[in-house]
Structures are given as C-alpha cells and as structure tokens.
T-cell receptor, first 111, second 111 residues
Framework: NAGVTQTPKFQVLKTGQSMTLQCAQD?????MSWYRQDPGMGLRLIHY???????DQGEVPNGYNVSRSTTEDFPLRLLSAAPSQTSVYFC??????????FGPGTRLTVL | GQQVMQIPQYQHVQEGEDFTTYCNSS?????IQWYKQRPGGHPVFLIQ?????EVKKQKRLTFQFGEAKKNSSLHITATQTTDVGTYFC???????????FGQGTELSVKP
C-alpha cells in the first residue's frame, strides 16, 4: 500500500513549456485534489475530483487542466508554464467527508 | 466563494509556553480538519471535528469547533521543540466536496 504517489519530485521548466504532474493513489479513494503551496499563502485548491469522470475547479484553476479517467490517477497538466506557476504542488486523496492523505509533493520551478 | 482565514501567520514561543491558532470560515462548515506540516514535508492529518461545539484532545493539543460551525481553534499546552511546524485548518463545505485550507500558522519553539 503506497498511499499517494507523485512524480516527478523536482522539475524545472522554461516559460511556455507544457508538462504533466502525475498523481496516483491505491486506497480506492473517491476524492482527489491538487493544491499549490506558496510562502504565506497556505495550500490553495487548484482542481478536485469527486470520482472517475468528474472534475471541478478550485480556487486557482487558471493555467491548469485535469482529467480523471480512472479512480487511481489524477494528472495535472500545465498548458503553457509561466513563472507565476513556480510552486510546490501537492496531490491528495480521501474518502467522502474523510481525512486527506497527501503525496510527497512536486517542487516546480519555471524560468 | 468559501474562504478560510487563519491567524496568526507566525508564532514564536519559548519552550514550555502555550500556543493557540484560530481559524474562521466565511460559510458554515460540515466539518473542519487540522493538519501539521513539518519543514520540507507534506501536510499530515491531525484531527477532524464535525459537531457544533465539539472539543477534542490529543495529549497536549486541544481542538475546538465553534457553536455556529464557522470557527475553530487549536491550543497546544507547554510547547516542545517537536511541535515545530506549520498548522493548517481546512474547512469542508456542506456538499462534502472540496476542502479549503487556511493560510496556516508557522510555529517556532525556542529551547
């Protein structure tokens, strides 16, 4: 039981490049979420999903896309990276109304 | 939209002193959760409060949920150096979907 896994751990991009942050969980959780963490801003919700095939926007969705084709996977796509997207990204999963389990995070730098 | 405010942003205490962080939501919550994040780590679940006026204790930590289910607090008695980290509250709306985090309170403890 690996819990929530994220890849890569670190990534450096140039402005305008695209990439996908991977997130997977093996706990059969319905809910999955993506957060970004910036100094002094706490954890801000980007997108979330309440089940396979269902996604919704969080507080800061612009510049990011998600899809949920399976229960296990919830990738986050950066369409055209910008320096403002430099951040630490956390994926989390939970059962309905339950506690969230966080992955180890991806530290992204956009030059 | 739903907002969760947390104060203070930083708290520096001497070992043995008490510590409190406060959380306020703009909307009524179905539940509130507390997380701790050690430096360089990911958020880890501490506790969930569901009932109006609920009080829960974990050793030196006391958690309260307000009567109106819009505010909460975490109190640590006689802090220790192991308490260092950032404490986040997170409110879940009545739809049981997205979890909105406060900005966090960073606690430092001087031995």
């Amino acid at each position: 039981n690996a819990g929530v896994t994220q890849t890569p751990k670190f990534q450096v991009l140039k402005t305008g490049q695209s990439m996908t942050l991977q997130c997977a969980q093996d706990m059969n959780h319905e809910y999955m979420s993506w957060y970004r963490q910036d100094p002094g801003m706490g954890l801000r919700l980007i997108h979330y999903s309440v089940g396979a095939g269902i996604t919704d926007q969080g507080e800061v969705p612009n510049g990011y896309n998600v899809s949920r084709s399976t229960t296990e996977d919830f990738p986050l796509r950066l369409l055209s990276a910008a320096p403002s997207q430099t951040s630490v990204y956390f994926c989390a999963s939970s059962g309905r109304g339950d506690t969230q389990y966080f992955g180890p995070g991806t530290r992204l730098t956009v030059l | 939209g739903q907002q969760v405010m947390q104060i203070p942003q930083y708290q520096h205490v001497q070992e043995g002193e008490d510590f409190t962080t406060y959380c306020n939501s703009s909307t009524t919550l179905s539940n509130i959760q507390w997380y701790k994040q050690r430096p360089g780590g990911h958020p880890v679940f501490l506790i969930q409060l569901v009932k109006s006026g609920e009080v829960k204790k974990q050793k030196r930590l006391t958690f309260q949920f307000g009567e109106a289910k819009k505010n909460s607090s975490l109190h640590i008695t006689a802090t220790q150096t192991t308490d260092v980290g950032t404490y986040f509250c997170a409110g879940q709306d009545n739809q049981g979907g997205k979890l909105i985090f406060g900005q966090g309170t960073e606690l430092s403890v001087k031995p």
